[in-house]
């Protein structure tokens, strides 16, 4: 496959005709600033009245059908009534009417054919345009007609009206570039929706102790721990030390949970009675309503539970009560935290759990989802290539869905939103989808990804409009692939400056990160958990926001092994590096005086600052600023984007692809396991090698004190005191320009061999010969 030049993965800026407004500085003056506008033709079908009837008892099964040229949509039918109340609405884009005459119909249901009942006819010249926030047009009665536009029996109450997709009943408009759509199911799925996160909280478990446990062998000394399980989550304890009927344990356990809050925490003590055996002493529920609510570091109060034992009796679970256990504990829901369920590179909030230590807002997050040119085509419907593409955004709790757009390459949206912003330190994340359900077809499919954009906060100048095409580009075994481009619109408003400029000198996270931390092994168990119950609850909504979605938005597979995301990461070490590489290469000339003119100057700055000291740290604040000034005229105009070179994913070895998408437990045959361990090994064996030369280097520092090599030592411990008296007598600036001109010195007085120091350092012993 030959892949499109790099060009074609650049970031592209635009100047669309933003909010049918002129632009005033960088703010435009309309409501609905951030989309173009589309015009829509809307029809809202209220109710009908007085219908005449087909059978002795007068009634009907009526239903209207709205039809504009070549468009038609239906409402659902009544059986047997002549006053039905639909209230439905229906909006024809304008930018698709090929007719002058709006037609609505009543009609009456019936097995063979449907009869006519009575039509309204529209001349689209006549009808009243409407802009928000003008209130609803007023619906009104309109005497039926029949097809020789005499009045017959019946009235229908409609309001229709010429508005924008700002209009507050477009989002549950049926909509005529949806009406291959089939089924209630298909409309619900296709229609734009906003989602809220679950609140997430972290539940700390202290297992303490536990007192007159009752086990079933008296005579051997109880293996007893504790396990907790709460929904999904189950974890344990280790076996306490004390073989008694009166073990501890003093242990944490963390999970996560989410309000509403459906499961109860369930514990069970139980005794390993043989290797695969555990016998259970006894459980406990405990509802987390009633758990204690913790803000900050102070611990809150340690209660008992009774353990209760359930025994089996002809085959029926009963509850034995003879003598109470008990069991100690320390349970609290952890509002202090943050519940990271994103990646912390990637993460969109950054506030604790308890809404009362919010800080106020620093100012909106506005998003344009314009459009989308090129994109690929995703399945195949009657013989032809398709694509129903939509849009997710996040950020914070809330989620945002576009409508699906059906059977388009080029889907215009025009669709905006709003979110408040309480860190700059931020990403938005916006993902493109194939909307896979669709015409009642496989409830199990999944939809199909087409590409994500991230845009960090703190990269926008504040009140400025970013209108640019982002390329969407995804990963596939077979390599890099542009999907299309997605056309946003985005802009940062800040409240206040200083409340802003206030954050850069806080904490990221909230302070109980930093006073009670979490493990990095916790906080993975923890996020991994948190994701979980973020998809299955986003899962369960109408219409859903399904599981593949939310794990794509989250960056769910971005901790498994990736030989190319290695890479990556090496070379992005390296460009940090580059600098100092560049420095010390400079300084290499300088020494080297490859450059006479140079060499001299810096001697002379050299002794300047030996001089006068106090000028030495004025001197750098004041080169990084002038550096910083310098950068100004070329600081980045628009925002960062997805880099294929940076992600080494323009030239990745298919193998390398293969293996990054390979699942966990690996699905691969042995042979091509095999290859990849083996490389695995070689890989971790050059590693292995340099971080041994890391260690040797250490440990010849520790050994010149340790009188390992005690001739060693003995040198090193002379020269030390000889070193102490001679700067003890010498001025400081004295050996400071002695060392600078030594360093410094002309190449005819340097020799290829290794220094006196470095020889000297390296025939140090290190704790390799003791190694196996």
Request: glycine share 6%; hydrophobic share 40%; proline share 6%.
């Amino acid at each position: 496959m030959q892949r499109p030049p790099q060009e074609d993965y650049s970031l592209k800026e635009t100047n669309p005709h933003l909010g049918g407004g002129k632009v005033t500085g960088d703010k435009l003056t309309s409501t609905y600033d951030l989309v173009e506008q589309m015009q829509y033709l809307y029809v809202r079908v209220v109710k009908a009245k007085d219908l005449p009837g087909k059978d002795v008892t007068g009634s009907c099964d009526p239903y209207v059908e709205v039809k504009l040229g070549n468009y038609k949509g239906t409402t659902r039918h009544f059986e047997k009534k002549s006053n039905p109340e639909w209230n439905q609405v229906f909006a024809f884009s304008k930018d698709r009417i090929q007719a002058s005459v709006l037609e609505v119909t009543v009609k009456d249901k019936d097995v063979v054919k449907d009869d006519f009942i009575g039509r309204v006819m529209f001349d689209l010249n006549d009808i009243p345009k409407r802009v928000p926030p003008d209130s609803p047009l007023a619906p009104q009665w309109y005497r039926l007609e029949d097809r020789k536009s005499d009045k017959v029996r019946g009235e229908l109450m409609l309001a229709v009206w010429m508005g924008t997709q700002a209009d507050e009943a477009f989002p549950e408009a049926w909509h005529s570039d949806a009406a291959t759509v089939s089924g209630a199911d298909g409309l619900a799925n296709i229609r734009s929706k906003v989602y809220l996160s679950p609140k997430l909280w972290y539940l700390r478990v202290n297992v303490i102790e536990a007192q007159d446990l009752l086990p079933s062998d008296k005579g051997r000394f109880p293996e007893v721990f504790v396990k907790v399980i709460l929904g999904n989550q189950a974890l344990r304890t280790r076996v306490s030390m004390s073989k008694s009927i009166n073990p501890m344990w003093n242990e944490d356990l963390m999970f996560v949970a989410a309000e509403p809050f459906e499961e109860p925490l369930i514990l069970s003590v139980e005794d390993r009675v043989a290797p695969n055996k555990d016998e259970v002493l006894g459980r406990c529920a405990i509802p987390l309503a009633y758990v204690d609510r913790r803000l900050d570091h102070k611990p809150v109060n340690t209660r008992w539970y009774n353990l209760e034992k359930h025994i089996i009796v002809e085959g029926e679970k009963k509850k034995e009560v003879k003598f109470a256990s008990r069991i100690h504990m320390r349970i609290c829901l952890e509002g202090g935290y943050h519940v990271l369920d994103e990646s912390t590179h990637y993460s969109s909030d950054l506030r604790p759990t308890a809404k009362q230590l919010w800080k106020s807002n620093i100012g909106v997050l506005e998003l344009g989802i314009l459009n989308a040119h090129g994109l690929s085509p995703m399945k195949t419907k009657d013989g032809r290539a398709t694509t129903d593409a939509y849009c997710v955004a996040k950020y914070g709790q809330k989620w945002v869905r576009t409508r699906t757009i059906i059977d388009s390459f080029a889907p215009k949206w025009n669709e905006q939103y709003t979110w408040e912003v309480y860190d700059p330190s931020t990403v938005l994340t916006i993902g493109v989808f194939d909307n896979c359900h669709l015409h009642g077809g496989d409830k199990s499919g999944r939809d199909s990804r087409i590409g994500k954009v991230r845009i960090r906060l703190s990269t926008l100048e504040t009140d400025r409009v970013y209108t640019h095409s982002y390329p969407l580009l995804v990963l596939h075994p077979s390599g890099v692939k542009k999907m299309g481009e997605i056309h946003l619109a985005v802009r940062f408003s800040c409240s206040s400056l200083l409340n802003m400029m206030h954050l850069y000198s806080q904490p990221l996270l909230p302070k109980m990160h930093y006073i009670h931390p979490l493990t990095v092994s916790q906080l993975d168990s923890l996020r991994h958990q948190a994701t979980q119950i973020v998809s299955m609850r986003l899962s369960r909504a109408e219409p859903p926001l399904r599981k593949e979605v939310v794990e794509y938005m989250l960056d769910v597979g971005s901790h498994m092994w990736s030989m190319r995301r290695s890479k990556a990461n090496f070379f992005r070490i390296m460009g940090v590096l580059s600098g100092l590489i560049a420095v010390g290469k400079w300084f290499d000339q300088i020494c080297n005086w490859k450059n006479p003119i140079t060499t001299v100057l810096i001697h002379i700055l050299f002794l300047i600052l030996v001089l006068y000291p106090e000028l030495i740290l004025p001197t750098i604040f004041l080169y990084l600023f002038l550096i910083g000034v310098w950068y100004y005229r070329w600081r980045p105009r628009h925002p960062p984007h997805m880099d294929t070179r940076l992600s080494c994913a323009d030239n990745a070895h298919p193998d390398e692809l293969d293996e990054e998408f390979d699942t966990f437990p690996t699905s691969r045959p042995p042979d091509i396991v095999r290859m990849r361990y083996d490389r695995l090994r070689s890989i971790s064996g050059k590693i292995q090698t340099v971080v041994g030369d890391l260690a040797t280097q250490g440990e010849r520092l520790q050994s010149l004190l340790s009188w390992r090599d005690p001739r060693a030592t003995a040198l090193f411990v002379i020269f030390c005191l000889v070193a102490a008296i001679v700067l003890y007598v010498t001025p400081f600036q004295v050996v400071a320009l002695l060392t600078g001109f030594y360093v410094l010195r002309h190449p005819r007085f340097r020799h290829k061999l290794p220094s006196v120091p470095l020889n000297f350092f390296r025939r140090l012993p290190a704790r390799t010969d003791c190694m196996l």
